[in-house]
């Protein structure tokens, strides 16, 4: 069993920056893959960016250049720091974590971007 907890979301003007935090209960943490996914209203979750646990990392299109996802297995935590912040990146933003069991996420947290 794994439990997810996403922290970090808030309100930030157009341009600014903010890190989301995605910390995990158990002992698989360090062999899994870690997601981050994202919705906004009235739309479906969509795919961020991806990071293996050998440290591999994908990202969407709409973020490559402007969003890096890390993680620190010593601290069972990964992280998405999110820069030049868009409008359009307004969204609850979700951490996911798939197993050969359950599909891990947490509840979500929420980004705002003004303009």
């Known amino acids: 069993q794994a439990q997810l907890v996403e922290s970090g979301g808030g309100l930030v003007q157009a341009g600014g920056s903010l890190r989301l935090s995605c910390a995990a209960s158990?002992?698989?943490?360090?062999?899994?893959?870690i997601a981050w996914y994202r919705q906004a209203p009235g739309k479906p979750r969509v795919f961020v960016a991806v990071?293996?646990?050998?440290?591999?990392?994908l990202y969407a299109d709409s973020v490559k250049g402007r969003f890096t996802i890390s993680r620190d297995n010593a601290k069972n935590t990964a992280y998405l720091q999110m820069n030049s912040l868009k409008p359009e990146d307004t969204a609850v933003y979700y951490c996911n974590m798939p197993t050969k069991g359950p599909n891990y996420w947490g509840q979500g947290t929420q980004v705002t971007v003004s303009s």
């Open positions: 990071i293996t646990s050998d440290g591999t990392t």
């Open positions: 158990g002992s698989i943490f360090s062999i899994n893959v």
